[in-house]
């Protein structure tokens, strides 16, 4: 019963960064996963960069959201 509630957590992060996402830009986290999937699969980086993927690419929907 509580494994479905994991998505609730990540909701409340999203919710509470999205002012500083529309401040800074709302579509720069679009451009951290490019960046990380070039430096990562073109240039053969470490695998821990999946790490920041994870999280911006979390951020893409909700930052298109907002735009």
Do not use: Y
Not at 12 to 23: K, V, Y
């Amino acid at each position: 019963m509580l494994s479905p509630l994991w998505f609730l957590l990540v909701f409340a992060a999203l919710m509470a960064a999205t002012c500083l996402i529309t401040w800074v830009h709302p579509l720069w986290p679009l451009a951290v996963v490019r960046q990380v999937v070039l430096i990562r699969f073109g240039f053969g980086g470490p695998a821990m960069l999946g790490w920041v993927n994870l999280a911006a690419g979390w951020m893409v929907p909700s930052c298109l959201g907002t735009a």
